[in-house]
């Protein structure tokens, strides 16, 4: 079992950038596939982002691409997303998850992953 603590969320202006950090406690961080979703007001939980275990495969949804970028430092025990050129649309709580069902293409469905973190709200103003 693995526990999830969000931080760098924050409030931005359009194109700024924002660096969220997952800090993991628990069972060996270096075990899991990890990965970012987001949640607006009203609307459902939404993927972001995935790496597997051995980081050698990462997806993104389509509307991040080229601006966002996951990462993960084992030895840290640390899962990352660097979030550049930020828009009103990428305002939303998000969220770090973790599976140990590690599959070599990370999924990226919520169902996909079993432990969640409490979330860090970003807000970008145009």
């Known amino acids: 079992q693995v526990q999830l603590v969000e931080s760098g969320g924050g409030s931005v202006q359009a194109g700024g950038s924002l660096r969220l950090a997952c800090v993991t406690s628990g069972d060996t961080f270096s075990r899991y596939n990890m990965g970012w979703f987001r949640q607006a007001p009203g609307k459902e939980r939404r993927f972001v982002a995935a790496t597997n275990w051995i980081d050698t495969i990462r997806k993104y949804v389509d509307s991040v691409k080229g601006r966002f970028t996951i990462s993960r430092d084992n030895a840290k025990r640390t899962l990352y997303l660097q979030m550049d050129s930020l828009n009103a649309e990428d305002t939303a709580n998000y969220y770090c998850?973790?599976?140990?069902?590690?599959?070599?293409?990370?999924?990226?469905?919520?169902?996909?992953?079993?432990?969640w973190g409490q979330g860090t709200q970003v807000t970008v103003s145009s």
């Open positions: 998850a973790a599976t140990s069902r590690r599959t070599v293409s990370p999924g990226t469905e919520a169902s996909d992953f079993d432990y």
